[in-house]
């Protein structure tokens, strides 16, 4: 098996709300990553937790706020988003190697108006 | 310079057709290689992982690496419609651990 599940598949939010999106593997991983994606662009990394640990933040603005409960989930919070932030939201994690595949989730699209 | 360099289509070919997909990248350091295909609003979806050169077969696809060129290929034989979505190459050094550099990913589309 070799899912990352998300939730919500479609969410869209006020420049004022605070929204949560989430991110579960059942695979065993120890490494979880967010990407943001644009239409017709390729992902870009935000964040990588490493055994629950945050090891890369690629200088994301603080209304995106990560966070690792423990090996299966990942949680970003959000809060204060602006309409350009709207895009689609990956997850994807790996077994925590440093050349190990890794595997996305089918994201979850936000709007933000 | 892009790390990655990919052409992004759109690439339109007949049903049946073989299909080359390339990459070109810059770091000499990078080691793994992977494609990734995305269908149209859904997340990437593995389909090859190769380390370091050589080539590696997987059903209807195979992968090549040329670290001497620097050059990265994916081969897709008998193409059908369900292959059409985009195809992402992905590259990755062991010093930056878990850090994928992408390409900007090539749009096929297989016609009937």
């Known amino acids: 098996d070799t899912e990352v599940t998300q939730t919500p598949k479609h969410l869209v939010m006020g420049m004022t709300n605070k929204k949560s999106l989430k991110c579960e593997q059942h695979?065993?991983?120890?490494?979880m990553y967010w990407y943001k994606q644009k239409a017709k662009k390729p992902p870009e990394l935000m964040f990588v937790y490493s055994y629950e640990k945050l090891s890369i933040n690629e200088s994301v603005p603080s209304r995106f706020s990560p966070e690792c409960p423990n090996s299966s989930l990942l949680n970003l919070h959000l809060h204060a988003l602006q309409p350009e932030d709207s895009a689609l939201y990956l997850c994807?994690?790996?077994?925590?190697?440093?050349?190990?595949?890794?595997?996305f989730g089918p994201g979850t699209r936000l709007t933000v108006l | 310079q892009k790390e990655v360099e990919q052409d992004p289509g759109p690439l339109s070919v007949p049903e049946g057709a073989i299909v080359s997909l390339n990459c070109t990248y810059s770091?000499?350091?990078?080691?793994?290689f992977m494609w990734y295909r995305q269908y149209s609003r859904k997340g990437p979806e593995l389909l090859m992982y190769t380390y370091s050169s050589g080539n590696k077969e997987d059903g209807r696809f195979t992968a090549q690496v040329d670290k001497s060129s620097k050059y990265i290929s994916l081969f897709i034989r008998d193409s059908q419609p369900s292959d059409s979505a985009t195809y992402l190459c992905?590259?990755?050094?062991?010093?930056?651990?878990?850090?994928?550099?992408f390409g900007t990913g090539t749009r096929l589309q297989v016609t009937l």
């Open positions: 770091n000499s350091a990078f080691q793994y």
């Open positions: 992905a590259s990755g050094d062991t010093g930056t651990a878990s850090k994928l550099t």
């Open positions: 994807a994690s790996s077994q925590g190697g440093i050349t190990d595949t890794q595997y």
């Open positions: 695979m065993g991983h120890r490494a």
